[in-house]
């Protein structure tokens, strides 16, 4: 019996007329849809910030989804609508390697065309009246999910793959998240304490999906109202809420006064910074000996240089190429960042290079252990030696500064090594995760000075424990990785926070026009998850202050060189996705796959051979 009713089901529908052929050039539909995606969505990222856009952007790409015969041409259509939109919008990495953009551009569109997969296949755009397999051959029956059901699940699909794009492979690139684009609109940004930026691309994308069903559904609006009723409160709870958290004062309290330095050097391609070394430090050390005479530098407490500003000026670099020109230029680099913060009594953190593991090659001292890394400076000149003063990058990039796959796949790895123009030992090693410096930046005086003890009494308990304002630095991309800043925020002895503020140091100087302001906007978020300032110095651009509420202060502009000096507002509130990081993103993905397998699993029955 079972049996016969699945035949006699396919049967009545099998007869089912088809839908009357598109006329004309039924590609040229599907382009146009591609069109009005990329152009209103590419308007809502920085620069431009019309962040509104987003809330439609993505319509007609589910369209276009919905338009589709099969899984394959579902796959296909939005591989290449991922394809156009990244490449206009991240076109600036051609600047430093042109076959690199395209290998990377193919990829991140992997993602859009299996959120379609997806979304198709789980028939979350299919209008009540479709009757399934003749329309959609290869989708399962049809299910009687409400407009809401599939509003939550399309949002969560979506959800799902930007978290798998800013996670895997080789660390993932957080990039271009429907959530970036609402910074202009910070009050629906503040629910990312809790969920991260994932959830503001998930009301984001809950939206298209409500609009793309209301087109589905012939603009029937009555089988919609629940839909859009929750939805639109759901917008209304983000609003109070993000009023709500930006309206607190009482948890602020005053911090350092931070200086960052923006050089603003061109770089090539290949790495060159448009200065020598040399150049570099004596840029910096007089930009900032000038910048410390001014006004605004009274009761400055730390001074921020971008990345790789200066050489490696650890002791055992020292030491090797001690007796040579390079040995003495790395110790008079040496003393002089120490002379210029214990004369004027100011902490610095700059952006640098380490060496390490030296050995003899043609003669030549060759350090095989080679780190991107920020040195930090106190008050009085010194530098930690051990891995307490300084900072290796963690997230290193994969063929810019290491290549993968060397323990993985040894023998991809030696291919990667063959076509490479560089030696294995060229490439930076990472920073251990595990053990992420978080730097202590004395209060002025010991805590013993008036403004000190002002500072250190308006602080909560917990910190008053100790007279030290305590900072993170993640490196250049680092700072756009939520659940790696998370980390270095979370407290791992405590209820508090292991940081009481983020310093960024970046090299943007590879990049063009719209790289900068999109690299902010994402950056941003960090703040906004983990209720902590950011100060950040970029080598180009654009450097200045985040609030722990998202908001950005004392801009240097993109193409110039300067300074700015802002004290920061500590916050001690400590927030759930400090502590509990991507919860809410892997929920999403557990909804999704069990949402994906069920619909493959009722697709293999539907296509095994049934008897009477």
């Known amino acids: 019996m079972p049996g016969r009713k699945k035949l006699a089901y396919r049967r009545a529908h099998s007869a089912a007329p088809a839908p009357p052929a598109r006329p004309g050039r039924p590609w040229l539909h599907k382009v146009g849809l591609i069109l009005l995606c990329v152009v209103p969505l590419s308007l809502a990222f920085a620069p431009f910030g019309q962040f509104y856009l987003a809330w439609v952007g993505m319509v007609p790409w589910l369209l276009l989804v919905r338009s589709t015969k099969s899984q394959a041409a579902a796959f296909l259509w939005a591989w290449v609508a991922g394809l156009i939109f990244f490449t206009a919008n991240m076109w600036w990495l051609a600047y430093v390697t042109g076959p690199g953009m395209v290998a990377l551009m193919v990829l991140l569109a992997l993602y859009w065309g299996v959120s379609a997969v997806i979304i198709r296949g789980a028939g979350l755009l299919r ?52 959530g970036h684009a609402q910074t202009p609109a910070l009050a629906m940004c503040q629910v990312a304490d809790v969920f991260g930026v994932y959830g503001i691309s998930f009301w984001v994308m809950a939206v298209n999906a409500l609009v793309a069903l209301f087109v589905l559904h012939r603009f029937k609006a009555d089988r919609l109202v629940p839909s859009a009723a929750v939805v639109g409160a759901v917008l209304v709870v983000v609003i109070a809420y993000g009023l709500w958290r930006m309206g ?16 603003n050097f061109p770089q090539s391609n290949s790495g060159e910074k448009g200065a020598s070394v040399v150049d570099l430090v004596n840029y910096h050390l007089n930009r900032t000996e000038a910048a410390l005479q001014t006004p605004d530098a009274a009761g400055l407490d730390l001074l921020v240089w971008s990345e790789t500003m200066i050489p490696h000026v650890n002791r055992s670099a020292r030491e ?18 120490g002379e210029l913060t214990r004369t004027h009594r100011v902490a610095l953190l700059t952006g640098a290079l380490y060496a390490d593991k030296w050995t003899t090659r043609d003669g030549e001292p060759n350090a095989a252990d080679r780190r991107n890394t920020a040195y930090f400076y106190d008050r009085t000149g010194h530098m930690a030696e051990d891995a307490t003063g300084r900072y290796d990058k963690v997230h290193i990039v994969p063929f810019g500064e290491y290549l993968p796959f060397k323990d993985a796949f040894p023998l991809l790895h030696g291919l990667f090594q063959k076509l490479s123009p560089y030696p294995d030992d060229y490439f930076l090693t990472a920073g251990e995760e595990s053990a992420i410096t978080v730097f202590r930046l004395g209060l002025p005086g010991g805590a013993t000075t008036t403004a000190a003890s002002t500072a250190a009494s308006t602080q909560p308990a917990a910190w008053q424990s100790s007279p030290a304002w305590r900072f993170v630095t993640p ?33 943007d100087g590879w990049f063009k026009a719209n790289q900068m302001p999109q690299h902010l906007q994402a950056a941003r978020f960090r703040s906004i998850e983990n209720r902590v300032p950011t100060a950040r110095s970029v080598n180009t651009g654009i450097s200045g202050f985040v609030d722990s509420a998202g908001r950005v202060s004392g801009l240097v502009p993109a193409g110039h060189e300067g300074t700015s000096v802002q004290r920061l507002l500590l916050d001690s509130r400590v927030t759930l996705y400090t502590r509990v990081g991507d919860v809410f993103a892997a929920l999403c993905a557990a909804v999704t796959c069990a949402v994906a397998g069920t619909s493959l699993l009722r697709w293999w029955q539907r296509r095994r051979p049934t008897g009477d």
Do not use: Y
């Open 248 to 263: 607190q004062t009482d948890c602020l309290s005053a911090g350092p006064r931070v200086m960052v330095v923006q050089s």
């Open 127 to 178: 209008d009540d009246e479709d009757v399934g397999p003749a329309t959609q051959p290869d989708a399962p029956p049809p299910r009687q999910r409400s407009p809401l059901v599939r509003v939550l699940l399309i949002a969560a699909a979506w959800v799902t793959l930007e978290w798998l794009r800013g996670n895997w492979p080789l660390n993932g690139l957080p990039w271009l998240f429907l």
């Open 320 to 337: 090797a190429l001690r007796g040579t020109r390079e040995g003495q230029f790395l110790n008079d680099v040496h003393e002089a960042l």
């Open 475 to 507: 490196i250049c991309f680092e700072d756009i990785d939520p659940l790696l800043v998370a980390k270095m925020c979370r407290s791992k002895s405590g209820p508090g926070k292991a940081a009481d503020f983020i310093v960024n140091v970046t090299n």
